[in-house]
């Protein structure tokens, strides 16, 4: 099910760092979000709907700045498509229900998944256990 609001409404209700790399696929500076070096244990959701998209059990510090994980809460609520922007083939993340858009999806993650999804810090909200 979508649940896509107005761009009026998220402006309202976002950060404008947030609202531009969630609607409008922009990304955070490096070594600059929340989460980064975040390591409570709880759930990583959706800023703009509350869909709970990761977890804290598969976060793991990439050197790169960004929230990492290496495999998402559920499969349903992530929706994952070919972005060929900056002359490159990535993997963009959304969130299945609103559409944000969240990071980019890897393959140099650790093992057994080896994925490595990069999220953007300023896309998520935290929840603890
Ligand atoms: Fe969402």
């Not at 609001?5 to 990304?27: C, D, F, I, M, W």
Request: hydrophobic content about 25%.
């Amino acid at each position: 099910m979508t649940n896509i609001k107005n761009s009026e409404e998220y402006r309202k209700n976002l950060t404008p760092l947030a609202y531009q790399v969630t609607r409008h696929g922009a990304t955070e500076p490096p070594f600059s979000g929340e989460f980064y070096n975040h390591k409570s244990s709880g759930l990583y959701l959706c800023i703009c709907c509350g869909t709970k998209l990761f977890s804290s059990v598969d976060k793991y510090d990439s050197g790169t700045g960004w929230p990492s994980f290496k495999d998402t809460l559920s499969k349903q609520n992530i929706k994952e498509t070919e972005d060929l922007s900056h002359n490159m083939v990535r993997t963009e993340v959304k969130c299945a229900s609103c559409d944000a858009h969240l990071g980019h999806l890897f393959n140099d993650g650790p093992l057994p998944t080896s994925k490595r999804y990069c999220i953007n810090s300023v896309s998520l909200a935290f929840k603890e256990f």
